[in-house]
């Protein structure tokens, strides 16, 4: 990482969110084909609240190409930037671009039930979410009931007699 993309992060880190951001969009008009400029140049701009800025920036970078880890940090910050912004079909499409390229990111599967929820797709939200749960969970008491959380989990308007 070249020496002005880690001072901005380090200015970001360290909460001058204003100088980060303009030095990044900066960097950003110097080489504007540069995918991972885009993609930070977007993280300043969520990280100051200014959503509406960052999109283009997140849609820039993975139209440019990433390598794999940022290209998944781009999807969850374009879903959760559309998310927030109550773009909500547009961030239920980029979850599941995300899912489909990345299905072992079980953090992506939490952004996708938000954005389920926030579309009023509560039982998929609950499903993906409880699923997600048992995937990941330590919790010995959760996976003793793996196999009955699993098999409730599209099931939760069902009842039986």
């Known amino acids: 990482m070249d020496k002005q993309l880690q001072h901005i992060i380090t200015l970001r ?33 969520d990280s100051l609240g200014k ?45 599941e671009q995300a899912i489909s390229e990345f299905p072992e990111a079980e953090h992506v599967k939490v952004f996708y039930a938000m ?12 499903e993906t979410l409880l699923n997600t749960v048992v995937d ?3 919790d010995e008491g959760i996976k003793d009931y793996r196999k009955a959380i699993k098999f409730y989990s599209d099931k939760l308007d069902q009842t039986w007699e």
């Open 13 to 45: 880190e360290n909460g001058r969110l204003e100088e980060a951001n303009q030095l990044m969009v900066a960097l950003v008009k110097e080489e504007p084909e540069n995918g991972y400029y885009q993609f930070q140049c977007a993280w300043t701009y």
């Open 51 to 95: 959503e509406n800025d960052a999109v283009p920036h997140y849609e820039k970078a993975i139209q440019l190409g990433l390598e794999s880890g940022i290209l998944l940090d781009t999807y969850v910050g374009l879903g959760s930037t559309y998310r927030t912004l109550g773009q909500y079909e547009q961030a239920k499409r980029i979850f």
């Open 115 to 126: 954005t389920l929820y926030n579309l009023r797709e509560h039982s998929k939200a609950m």
């Open 136 to 138: 990941t969970t330590n």
